[in-house]
């Protein structure tokens, strides 16, 4: 008996397949439904539709490859559905042979009125079923875990690629940021020794070209290390007053090439410093001036920063105009002109065209910080952009006359350490330390720190330390210094072209209490090492260097406004509920990290958040909310993450003990 007879007797579905995929023969059964349905050249691989394997498209060669493979697959037209498997015919003539029964459940649940007679299905022993789906069944369990390994392996392969991206980026960053480091601290150097205007002008120009270069850098490369859109960008304490000074440096250069009177006014209620988005806020106003000094060909260009509300303690409502005398934008096109691609352009306009991008992205910047802009006409019948922001003023952060935003900037009569393993940014980062009134002694490397540091007799006050060193990291270097004696009193920072959150939280964790990213300005420095110094003689907390800020571990105006409303002895019960609520808390977020319990997580996270914001335990509840924002996108924090929250709790729990001792 032929292999085929054989076959015949025992399977309702035979199907003779030749090597370049055509249909030889059929059964009986299969037979019946090409002819119902007038199918002439019946392909197996081509007319039917494979539900296993799923959206199979080989032919011959390939299912021989797999041999045992379960198929499942089915024809609407043919209203036909089988299940069976693929084995090579033993003919001279070579081919494969599919073999199998009608797909039942299919048909039943599809085709109701094409169910299968008694008749259909041949006389063979009842066995040779059960032997196929128990093969079948075998042959799908190791499916599956062959996909489950590959899944693994896909995982573990993806996770090395995210580290190489991350390697990458971080080396990138600190290519990048370390020669902007050494041209803005040229810059800073070489305009204290010039006198003439005008060659003060240009240097003032390029410090502000630079800036901006470094704004987009840190952008690009903050964004695409950590895979985070503006939407994430940090809030900082701003000085409004400074940004329009920058602005106007800026713009100044092409608006005098243009014949153009460019102005900034910042009204005398608006406070000194608030908390927002810099960064976003920024490319707003650049977009909005760009476009202003682009379309205007003569008059003027204004920036307006006022307040509306000043005297209410809530947010203030920041409204920021950029007004032109140029040609304007048609009421009829106001309405698209936020819309990608869309420039706004009329007859007035049409030879100074743009991507159409620029106020596209300046709308979803103004909708992150949870402002909104509008476009109208100037009083001079140009463009006229309104962006109004809810602002929080930042804490002792008073209204200032104009006239004191220039502030004359702090020296210090302190002894500081700066390692940096570039010759350049040390020769010239120490020069304008010095020039900030610092006694600065340099090394290269950090075991040269560490010798010079045991080897002193008058402690350092303070020592900056880069990250990226050649012998060991400066993480490392923080370790070992926290351990002499010599440093009892020695303030630690990080210096770092790295500027992601996981090494900010690295430098905390060896005992640093600042991160200065690079590069840095000599005016930004001083003012914050000015803050530094204050902050550690008070209370010990991580105060951020960087352009992005880190919150304070604990903010005491919190603590004071809940003392006037409820007391102190309240407030002290209080503590002590967040003392046991915290632990618990943090005890259930390291839980349900390890067992990737979302809900619950993110329930205690955002219980955490709460009621540490109220206590004025800024640092954990800003630890919080990333993590609740985690867990709630189905992510599973790192443990230095949970790591530095329980830090920044306790922390900030002995910072408010000690405020409250003291009331």
């Not at 199918?39 to 080989?58: C, I, S, V």
């Not at 920036?303 to 920021?320: G, R």
């Not at 770092?496 to 640093?512: C, I, P, V």
Request: one cysteine or more.
């Amino acid at each position: 008996m032929s292999q085929w007879d054989l076959l015949s007797e025992l399977f309702t579905v035979l199907i003779e397949i030749s090597e370049d995929g055509a249909t030889r023969r059929v059964s009986p059964f299969v037979e019946a439904r090409l002819d119902g349905s007038g199918e002439t050249d019946f392909r197996f691989f081509e007319d039917l539709q494979f539900k296993r394997p799923a959206r199979f498209r080989g032919g011959p060669k390939e299912a021989l490859a797999t041999p045992g493979r379960l198929y499942l697959a089915f024809s609407a037209q043919l209203r036909l559905a089988v299940r069976g498997q693929i084995i090579a015919s033993d003919m001279e003539r070579g081919g494969i042979l599919f073999v199998g029964v009608p797909w039942m459940a299919w048909m039943n649940e599809k085709y109701p009125e094409s169910e299968p007679n008694f008749d259909d299905f041949p006389v063979h022993d009842s066995q040779m079923d059960q032997l196929l789906l128990l093969s079948s069944q075998q042959k799908m369990l190791e499916d599956l875990q062959n996909l489950n390994r590959d899944l693994e392996s896909a995982k573990v392969e993806v996770e090395r690629q995210g580290e190489v991206r991350q390697q990458f980026f971080n080396r990138i960053s600190h290519e990048v940021r370390t020669p902007l480091m050494g041209v803005s601290s040229a810059l800073t150097l070489l305009s204290d020794k010039i006198k003439d205007e005008q060659t003060l002008d240009l240097l003032s120009m390029a410090e502000a070209s630079m800036d901006r270069a470094t704004e987009v850098i840190n952008f690009a490369l903050g964004d695409a290390a950590n895979n985070k859109s503006g939407a994430e960008q940090f809030k900082v304490a701003t000085d409004l007053r400074h940004l329009g000074q920058s602005l106007h440096k800026l713009f100044m250069a092409t608006a005098t090439e243009k014949g153009l009177t460019l102005s900034v006014t910042v009204n005398d209620d608006v406070h000194a410093q608030y908390w927002c988005a810099d960064l976003l806020l920024k490319e707003v106003l650049i977009n909005l001036l760009s476009n202003a000094v682009k379309f205007t060909e003569e008059g003027t260009v204004d920036l307006k920063v006022a307040v509306s509300n000043s005297s209410v303690d809530a947010d203030h409502e920041v409204i920021f105009q950029v007004a032109d005398s140029g040609p304007g934008i048609p009421r009829s096109l106001r309405r698209q002109v936020f819309s990608p691609f869309e420039t706004g352009v009329s007859s007035a306009t049409q030879g100074s065209v743009g991507t159409g991008l620029g106020l596209s992205m300046s709308e979803a910047h103004v909708q992150t910080m949870g402002g909104s802009i509008t476009v109208g006409e100037s009083e001079s019948g140009g463009a006229l952009f309104i962006v109004t922001l809810p602002l929080v003023p930042s804490v002792n952060a008073d209204p200032i006359d104009g006239s004191a935003a220039a502030a004359q900037i702090s020296t210090f009569d302190k002894r500081l350490l700066l390692l940096d393993d570039s010759i350049t940014n040390l020769t010239l980062n120490a020069q304008l330390l010095r020039s900030l009134g610092f006694d600065v002694t340099t090394a290269m490397t950090g075991d040269e720190a560490i010798k010079l540091t045991e080897r002193t007799s008058v402690p350092f006050d303070v020592a900056l330390l880069d990250i990226n060193l050649p012998d060991m990291t400066g993480y490392e270097v923080a370790e070992r210094l926290g351990k002499l004696p010599q440093c009892a009193n020695t303030i630690l920072v990080a210096l770092s072209a790295y500027s992601q959150e996981e090494e900010k939280q690295k430098a905390l964790l060896s005992g640093m209490v600042g991160f200065i990213t690079k590069p840095f300005k000599r005016d930004a420095i001083a003012a914050e090492f000015d803050n530094l110094f204050d902050i550690h003689t008070e209370i010990p907390e991580f105060e951020d260097l960087a352009p992005q800020a880190a919150p304070l571990f604990f903010d005491p105006s919190q603590s004071d406004e809940m003392c006037s409303l409820l007391g102190a002895n309240v407030v002290r019960g209080l503590l002590e509920s967040l003392r046991n609520e915290g632990q618990e808390n943090l005890a259930a977020l390291e839980v349900a990290a390890e067992e990737r319990s979302v809900e619950d997580a993110e329930r205690a996270a955002h219980t955490l958040k709460s009621s540490s914001r109220a206590l004025g335990l800024l640092a954990l509840s800003e630890s919080m909310a990333s993590i609740e924002s985690q867990f709630a996108r189905g992510e599973m924090p790192q443990a230095d993450s949970l790591k530095y929250a329980r830090t920044a709790f306790e922390k900030g729990l002995a910072s408010l003990e000690q405020h409250l001792s003291r009331g």
